[in-house]
């Protein structure tokens, strides 16, 4: 697959400038105090009576790649415990093997006591029991994140990854995935240009972006969303995604399809804004009252998933299905 035009590229160098600009603006620094809660986005579910295996809306197929995805989680603080009892509940009759990490991944600090209280305290059963994570990275991250081991980046800002699942055994009736992690924080050119050549390169059936600032949004950072798709979802588009993840807005939010492809927004695992969804005719689903995670399920040309909160109950659940080429 050819890389980027020239015109292409000059105008990702465009793109580029205007994001540090745009950043800049409207600030990325410490979150702001929530806005009161509009009345279009329904209450805090209470917690279920019932147990996970009785709740979870995944079909569990034969093969299937099975996972789970949280953003913005970092803190250290109880609800980022609580959102992981629930994801340790759910594993027993989930069997995940990875989780994808949105970024925020470990707030302001880059000393292995923070890395120690805010990941591998709060995440410790899972990690005991093999489950990796590959993590992208985020505003509140440290530069130096890339390269702590257990985040599997492996020294890079970007990078991508086929799930264990696929490495180790007959893909059964599970579709053939490829996630690339895109660091949004520095979004250039040479970066672009890999996306487009190692989305180009891929044979893979899905071909998933994981990135940490979402371009739709309903929240507060919907202008530089609008400059991030500029840039980023041509290039989606051109090579046939039909899901991607993001996280940054701490809440959870599902876009309506948007050219063919569903983007994910789940920035609610350790860091909560309450009310701060707005109006907008962009929501499928969204929930901004509690903290959140998700669990996805990949088999054939179907993508399943389930928002659960940190209580346990389902705030959203669904299916994507992936068009093939030619329309079939």
């Not at 050819?2 to 603006?25: C, E, N, Q, V, W």
């Not at 209450?43 to 279920?48: G, L, T």
Request: charged content about 25%.
């Amino acid at each position: 697959m050819a890389d980027l035009s020239s015109r292409a590229r000059g105008r990702a160098a465009l793109i580029a400038a205007a994001l540090a600009s745009a950043l800049t603006a409207v600030g990325c620094g410490r979150d702001a105090p929530p806005q009161q809660p509009p009345p279009a986005i329904a209450a805090a579910p209470p917690a279920p009576s019932r147990p996970p295996a009785e709740l979870l809306a995944l079909p569990r197929k034969p093969g299937s790649v099975r996972f789970a995805a949280i953003g913005d989680a970092g803190r250290g603080d109880p609800p980022q415990y609580e959102v992981s009892a629930q994801m340790q509940a759910f594993r027993r009759v989930f069997d995940y093997d990875f989780v994808l990490m949105l970024g925020d991944n470990v707030y302001d600090g880059g000393t292995p006591e923070f890395y120690r209280t805010r990941f591998e305290l709060p995440y410790k059963p899972l990690l005991d029991d093999g489950v990796k994570f590959f993590a992208t990275i985020g505003n509140h991250d440290d530069p130096n994140q890339p390269f702590y081991p257990p985040f599997n980046m492996n020294g890079e800002r970007y990078y991508t990854f086929k799930p264990p699942s696929l490495l180790s055994r007959a893909v059964g009736t599970g579709g053939d995935v490829r996630f690339f992690m895109i660091d949004t924080e520095r979004l250039d050119r040479p970066q672009l240009e890999w996306i487009d050549r190692e989305m180009g390169r891929s044979e893979s059936e899905w071909k998933i972006p994981v990135f940490h600032r979402p371009i739709y949004t309903s929240g507060r950072y919907a202008r530089p969303a609008r400059l991030y798709r500029a840039a980023l979802e041509p290039l989606f588009v051109k090579h046939g995604v039909a899901a991607a993840f993001s996280g940054h807005e701490h809440f959870y939010e599902r876009i309506k399809p948007q050219h063919g492809i569903t983007y994910f927004i789940s920035g609610g695992a350790g860091s909560l804004r309450a009310g701060d969804i707005r109006p907008t005719e962009l929501t499928e689903v969204g929930f901004d009252r509690d903290y959140h995670f998700m669990l996805v399920e990949i088999s054939g040309d179907e993508l399943y998933f389930q928002a659960i909160s940190r209580t346990g109950a389902t705030v959203d659940s669904g299916v994507v299905r992936r068009a093939r080429a030619g329309g079939t």
